[in-house]
């Protein structure tokens, strides 16, 4: 039993505490009254954020992302050789950061899973303050943090992502991507599957169950069928299953001779070593060879997956190997510095890194509305392509020629690669050749395509 | 061969493979699968009819296995620098030649040789340090809950189960390592010609015909070790009646210590050669460990017989439910399957397939 | 008062006073000093510290009351995270009826769950929740797709429906109006204190979900639920019927996680098939049995504990460690970076590892039973007081 009992001292007491709370200096910040946007940077440096897969079935594509993300940086900052801001087309970059700004950075761990990379995300923008968000693996990942970003108020320039999806029914305005998409893949690939391996085919798909796959695998399907092949079946496998045997053993006797392969990351090396462990790649089947083609692959993947790469088709975004002053310079730079050469997840986010800080520069603020507009900047078009569409931001010399930034959907057009197993490589690094560079009007297509459609970019959001 | 009128389904003749060719790919598939399963359910099994613990720790002993192999792999390719000064790499500078240590030791073709077998070399190597491992997990850790209750032990191990597992991804970082299979080894054959049916159908990598037989060599020695030895006569009898046992004058702690120290060894040993097919990573361990126990509970928790017949029934179920014929009738079906039953044989017959009655039956 | 003891009740205004205070209390940092990094006051981890502890309160009501060890508690949580993002998807961003579904739902999958599960006991009870939780992290990853969209999230897309959208209403989370993630900033000299609307929704509901678990462990129900920890056969042999009780704790547990899980997505309208992994029930056994399982406050201390670990620990680096070892000579620093750097960084789960086993060992009772044992031993030096015998005594009445 007690009594509450109030005596004078005690009520003396309670009110000087309160009143030197109540008579200390404060002011109200209403969630960004005193800021014009989110994370307005005040002081002498500016705040980024990386976000990008330490764990889980693509880790060794984030860790290479990570590495170009600091690389960019330092470049920003004025360290280093300057890497593509000297080869870059529009030179409002200095080296003294951005908006006189010094660039520093926090990094986060996706975990290749929505949840975690949210989570993650979150911390950055809650707690660390960043203005724009980069990296990532994942289409999954990529979609569920540009949704975030899009609702908090702050850049999210996309890292490795590949699905239709992301700049499609999944757009948003605060979001932007330099890499390529599933449908530039088909469009690019279609032509040469067909004139290498011909038109009567049969082929088999084992696709990622999840946004990525499930684009990657419509796609195929929708350029491999206007070359005249045949679509057997397609098998959604789980992301990280490791063990492909009980897919792969079905394809056998299937009645197909082509097995296209929707996998990415440890997932792609497990199941093409495991699709020639089980004899698939010597095999005949309707009297002609079965081939294996994996529609997407990085040159970290083609390391893993060793010999069993050799002769296989593929696209990618960027390749180190391309013949540009760019691109040498950014091998140069990156190879310096970590002793390997980029591979093109590490090139996407360099360059990303460097367009948003160029964005920012060019419209003298870190305002996601005004990063929007000059990214969206509709003065450039590409040349050859008649559509309304066909205009954004034109910049070059950022590795992959003249690239669009194109406002209808803030998604990158270019020239793309097509890729095949080198059948001798001289180094670890060259196990992959480039057979074709697609050119850009081929693979472009309209930002009501029905692919892409079911989306609305909306309106900027400054987070005020 | 010909290709007209081959649908989805491949019941027509001559489009490739007809059922029975499916059927035989899947039972190779779930043996292969089944023994990984039933070589853990062993020593789950060994551990909780000796001890009487649960050790959920038991799938980071696998995953400790497999490690094995991948530090003799880098240890075996262990190299120096040597700078070819005819060849460049990719920045235009004299290439740097990693050359393995033992290449320059016994030349280049021992050396490829020794690099290429370095997982069964590691088995060398898997079986003083799991048994090490297991003796030391058992007096330093488990011994301390022998009289408590199964949740506490469980929460235990599974501890355990989380630091061995990040001391591990701390050593060898978080992502899975690529450890080849011996080179004679990496091909498949034609089972399908050797059992007599058609040929070039019925293919089979190499690998993973060892590693069942490789199982099944394992499995039989522990049951001989059990049955012919008198050491195993003592085992068999504490597991039947501890107390007594002890009674008679016979010291089954240090026994029943070795015991635990064989049961990590089979762990080790099945995930050593389990690393060619698939990549070892730190978290390998949990993900076996659910599947695990699920086959100890349905082949009878304490009966060593049931644990192994329950792991090659449950693979080959997994393994049948993910053809595609039967995806089609119930999608979804192979995530699944090995849970429902389970779950179907806790609820009707808790003491598992070869359970003894009456043990742990409540 | 409220049908609670009076120390109880001053127990609970205790706690609700620490809940309320929390922006506060966990920015003990000022701003831009050099230990502002271990300031846990940002609205996602302080949402966090709410949710969990409903989540780990619920387990609790299970575990510590009953002993029962289940780890099937994800599904429930991954049951109401879906269940509120379709109630997003159809009807609007109001949290109000997703999370009421959230909890209905979840109650119904804990009763399905739960008869069949309690069929047994023990271990063969563990491994059964164990097999159920994989079995819908399976279905929901793969199979039911077109309701969680599996691997990628189920989000709220343009193309839904929303029909109690109106085109004023709020685009985001909200509680008939009040956004979730609005926020107060008050900057008190030189500490800036963040009061988040989503973090003071998800504190009144721990705070009742806190009282209604004290409720249940103090009366004839929590009472019949230790007696078939102790001895459940003996139960059985007085004629007790122990099933009702015990599938009662499951259904009311699984809420309890439904309703974390449904919280989580009112505060992020994303709901992943992560969540419902049986290590994420792994998760909440370490936060209960760390806080101390069968205490009231115990598991909200472990899951405030865990998660601060998880987001504050986990970004201590290499870099951050040489800074605080500066003022040592090199050799020095260098030597206690390479030693500490295992077990901070991403190496913190290995100290959680490391902690959990030694707590099972030799502190089974969790932190709570070593902030008694610390009281005792204060008291043991000081005047001994009533109020230690009575805490002790407790349980027994």
């Not at chain 1, 990351?265 to 081939?291: H, Y």
């Not at chain 2, 020593?43 to 696998?62: E, K, M, R, S, W």
């Not at chain 3, 780990?56 to 995270?81: C, E, P, Q």
Request: charged residues 15%; glycine residues 12%.
């Amino acid at each position: 039993m007690s009594k509450l009992i109030l005596t004078r001292r005690g009520l003396l007491k309670a009110g000087v505490a309160g009143g030197a709370v109540l008579a200390a200096p404060m002011h109200f910040i209403r969630g960004a009254h005193a800021a014009e946007y989110l994370n307005q940077p005040m002081g002498s440096t500016v705040k980024f954020g990386f976000n990008v897969p330490q764990t889980g079935p693509y880790a060794a594509e984030g860790k290479d992302e990570l590495l170009a993300q600091q690389l960019a940086v330092e470049h920003l900052n004025g360290e280093g050789d300057g890497g593509m801001i000297n080869t870059f087309s529009s030179k409002h970059l200095k080296g003294n950061g951005v908006l006189g700004k010094k660039v520093e950075f926090v990094s986060g761990d996706t975990q290749t899973k929505s949840d975690a990379a949210r989570a993650s995300a979150r911390s950055m923008i809650e707690k660390d303050g960043v203005v724009m968000i980069n990296g990532g693996s994942s289409s999954g990942v990529a979609i569920a943090v540009q949704g975030l970003c899009q609702e908090a108020g702050i850049i999210f320039m996309a890292g490795l992502t590949h699905s239709n999806d992301t700049t499609g029914k999944d757009k948003k305005a605060n979001g932007f991507r330099h890499f390529f998409d599933a449908y530039m893949s088909g469009a690019a690939l279609g032509p040469v599957l067909a004139k290498a391996y011909g038109k009567d085919r049969r082929f088999y798909m084992l696709t990622s169950d999840y946004t990525w796959g499930w684009t990657q695998a419509a796609s195929m399907e929708k350029f491999l069928k206007a070359e005249g092949w045949q679509l057997v079946k397609d098998v959604r496998t789980p992301v990280g299953a490791g063990d492909f045997s009980s897919y792969i053993t079905p394809v056998a006797g299937s009645g197909a001779d082509v097995l296209i392969l929707n996998h990415y990351g440890g997932d792609m090396i497990n199941s093409l070593s495991q699709s020639v462990q089980f004899g698939l790649r010597d095999k005949m089947a309707n009297g002609k060879n079965f081939e294996i083609v994996v529609p997407l692959y990085s040159e970290l993947m083609a390391e893993g997956a060793g010999d069993n790469i050799k002769g296989v088709y593929g696209s990618m975004n960027w390749n180190w190997q391309l013949d540009n002053p760019a691109t040498k310079a950014f091998v140069k730079s990156f190879g310096e510095k970590y002793g390997h050469p980029p591979s093109n997840s590490a090139q996407t986010c360099y360059a990303q890194v460097l367009l948003y800080a160029d964005a920012c520069e060019r419209a003298g603020t870190f305002n996601p509305c005004g990063v929007v507009a000059a990214l969206e900047d509709n003065t450039g078009s590409l040349d050859g392509i008649n559509s309304p569409a066909n205009k954004g931001f034109l910049f070059e010399g950022l590795g992959n020629g003249k690239t669009l930034y194109r406002s209808a959907d803030h998604q990158c057009f270019k020239d793309v690669l097509v890729m095949k197993g080198k059948e001798k490589p001289t180094s670890k690094y060259d196990n992959l050749e480039i057979v074709q560079t697609t050119s850009v009007g081929k693979v472009w297509y309209e930002p009501d395509n029905d692919m892409f459609s079911g989306g609305d970019l909306g309106k900027c959001n400054s987070g005020a | 061969m010909g290709a007209a009128g081959c649908t989805n389904s491949c019941a027509e003749p001559g489009c490739g493979a007809g059922t029975l060719d499916t059927i035989i790919l899947q039972i190779l598939n779930g043996l292969d699968k089944g023994s990984a399963y039933a070589l853990i359910a062993l020593g789950l099994t060994l551990i909780f009819g000796t001890l009487g613990v649960v050790n959920f720790a038991h799938g980071a002993l696998f995953m400790i296995g497999a490690f094995c192999a991948v530090t003799v792999q880098r240890l075996l390719n262990l190299s120096f620098v040597q700078i070819d000064p005819t060849r460049k790499d990719f920045l235009g500078n004299p290439l740097k030649v990693q050359v393995p240590y033992v290449d320059s030791w016994f030349g280049h073709d021992v050396g490829a040789v020794l690099i290429s077998w370095s997982v069964p070399l590691a088995i060398l190597l898997a079986i003083p340090v799991m048994f090490a491992i297991g003796v030391a997990m058992e007096r330093g850790l488990i011994k301390h809950f022998y009289k408590r209750s199964h949740a506490e032990q469980i929460l235990v191990t599974f501890g355990l189960a989380i630091v061995l597992q990040e001391i591990v991804k701390y050593f060898f970082g978080a992502n899975p390592i690529h450890t080849a299979a011996p080179g004679t080894f990496s091909g498949s054959i034609d089972f399908g010609a050797l059992i007599g049916l058609a040929p070039n159908v019925i293919i089979y990598p190499y690998w993973r015909m060892v590693y069942f037989l490789f199982s099944v060599v394992i499995l039989g020695g522990v049951f001989a070790f059990l049955q012919f030895t008198t050491f195993g006569m003592v085992v068999r009898a504490g597991m039947n009646d501890r107390e007594t046992v002890g009674l008679l004058g016979i010291n089954i702690d240090r026994r029943f210590t070795i015991m635990f120290g064989i049961a990590a060894m089979v762990a080790g040993m099945a995930g050593v050669m389990y690393a060619p097919i698939l990549a070892p990573s730190f978290h390998m361990g949990m993900d076996f460990l659910v599947l695990s126990f699920v086959v100890v509970v349905v082949g009878g928790m304490g009966s060593l017989p049931g644990a192994v017949l329950a792991g090659f029934v449950l693979g080959i179920l997994q393994s049948f439910a993910s053809m595609n014929q039967v995806k089609t009738v119930i999608p979804g079906i192979d995530q699944v399957v090995i849970y429902l039953v389970a779950i179907i044989i806790l609820l009707t017959r808790p003491r598992g397939l070869m359970g003894r009655a009456g043990v742990m039956e409540e | 008062m409220l049908g609670l003891s009076k120390k109880d009740f001053g127990f609970l205004l205790f706690v609700t006073f620490l809940t309320l205070a929390t922006p506060i209390l966990v920015q003990p940092f000022p701003e831009g000093s050099a230990l502002a990094q271990f300031n846990a006051g940002y609205p996602d981890l302080m949402q966090r510290f709410a949710i969990y502890g409903i989540f780990a309160i619920g387990f609790n009501l299970l575990f510590g009351l009953t002993g029962y060890l289940s780890f099937g508690h994800a599904a429930f949580l991954g049951v109401g995270s879906y269940s509120v993002v379709w109630m997003y998807k159809l009807l609007g961003y109001n949290v109000l009826p997703g999370l009421i579904l959230a909890i209905v739902v979840s109650g119904l999958f804990g009763l399905v769950i739960g008869y069949i599960s309690l069929r047994r006991s023990g271990i063969y009870f563990s491994i059964l929740t164990l097999a159920f939780a994989q079995m819908s992290y399976n279905l929901a990853y793969s199979v039911f797709t077109p309701i969680t969209n599996g691997e990628t999230g189920q989000q709220v897309y343009a193309s839904d429906p929303q029909i109690l959208m109106g085109p004023n209403s709020p685009t985001s989370p909200h509680l008939f109006g009040l956004l979730m993630i609005d926020s107060v900033k008050v900057s008190v000299g030189g500490w800036v204190f963040t009061f988040n609307i989503g973090y003071y929704f998800t504190a009144i509901i721990a705070i009742l979900a806190f009282y209604l678990s004290m409720r249940i462990f103090c009366s004839p129900f929590g009472l019949m639920l230790r007696a078939i920890k102790t001895n459940r056969t003996r139960l059985n042999y007085a004629g007790i019927n122990t099933k009702p009780y015990m599938l009662a704790v499951f259904v009311i547990s699984g809420m309890y996680a439904g309703l974390a899980g449904g919280l989580l997505v009112a505060m992020d309208p994303l709901a992943g098939a992560e969540r419902m992994q049986w290590t994420a029930s792994g998760e909440v056994v370490l936060m209960t049995i760390l806080g101390g399982a069968g205490t009231l406050m115990g598991p909200v201390l472990g899951a405030g504990f865990i998660k601060y670990f998880e987001n504050i620990f986990s970004k201590i680096n290499e870099t951050v460690l040489h800074q605080w070892f500066s003022w040592m000579p090199h050799q020095v620093n260098d030597a206690l970076t390479a030693i500490l750097k295992p077990f901070v960084g991403e190496g913190w789960h290995l100290t959680l590892g490391l902690l959990f086993v030694l707590v099972v060992v030799f502190l089974p009772g969790g932190i709570m039973e070593g902030i008694r044992r610390i009281a005792n031993l204060i008291r043991l030096t000081g005047k001994p007081r009533e109020g230690a015998e009575a805490t002790e005594t407790q349980a027994a009445e």
